[in-house]
């Protein structure tokens, strides 16, 4: 991979995104949030190039988004500049106050690197959330990374830019090795190649619920991603919804 480094992946992510129905995305979540809170101060957690969380913004939550990429931040800092827009990694958030919900979308939770920086980030969640707030998440399941990611690959010819997804699966964490190769379009028609490389991981929903009890929350609910429907074997996301109950060290 070349030394253009996760910056490849955040000056193409949007156009890689573009069949992502966030407005659908965005009503889910809230609805889900007012389930449990009338709070309105929300923590978008992974929020990447910010997509979703201006659509939060406009639809009345006072939101803050954190990422690890200066890069995708860059991006959503354009977007809306008035918004507070946080560059940290999600195992090590802290924002100096208790927000009254923490989002995190788009399988986020999934490119932490072990059940250990999991914990850690549901930890981080814990502390910058009040109690009785709500944490709501999205994750891909066991499932979806065994036979529909698997060892496959995917092309994307999108403007500017041609993508190569390539996965190599893992039965040891049920994770995805994810590599790109991402060749840009110059003005004069030639390409520039660079790239990014991560991992995801997948746990199961019971791993799930257990390290949100240890980390002192309540599962208010577990359902197939942008439905009301129960899990099954072939559900490839998972919608989580829980309660913080208790302040844990």
């Not at 389930?35 to 101060?41: E, V």
């Not at 190769?181 to 030639?190: A, M, N, P, W």
Request: aromatic share 10%; charged share 30%.
């Amino acid at each position: 991979m070349s030394e253009r480094g996760y910056g490849d992946f955040a000056e193409v992510y949007d156009a890689l995104t573009l069949n992502v129905p966030y407005d659908e995305i965005a009503e889910y979540y809230a609805k889900a949030v007012a389930g449990i809170t009338d709070g309105k101060r929300l923590l978008d957690m992974g929020c990447g190039t910010g997509n979703l969380t201006v659509r939060l913004k406009k639809a009345g939550f006072d939101v803050a988004g954190l990422d690890g990429s200066s890069e995708m931040l860059s991006m959503a800092v354009a977007k809306d500049p008035e918004i507070l827009w946080v560059c940290q990694d999600m195992t090590k958030a802290e924002l100096g106050e208790e927000f009254d919900a923490v989002i995190s979308t788009l399988d986020s939770i999934n490119h932490l690197e072990s059940k250990g920086e999991i914990e850690r980030c549901f930890r981080r969640v814990n502390k910058n959330l009040k109690t009785g707030g709500a944490f709501a998440f999205d994750m891909n399941t066991i499932y979806k990374h065994r036979e529909i990611l698997g060892n496959n690959t995917f092309v994307y010819d999108v403007d500017g830019a041609y993508c190569v997804w390539l996965n190599e699966y893992s039965e040891e964490d049920r994770g995805v090795s994810i590599d790109l190769d991402i060749f840009f379009e110059e003005e004069d028609g030639t390409y520039t190649r660079g790239g990014e490389s991560f991992r995801e991981i997948a746990l199961s929903d019971d791993e799930i619920s257990e390290m949100l009890v240890k980390c002192g929350f309540e599962v208010v609910s577990i359902r197939e991603y942008l439905s009301d429907n129960e899990p099954c074997e072939k559900s490839e996301k998972l919608f989580i919804c829980a309660r913080k109950l208790k302040n844990i060290r």
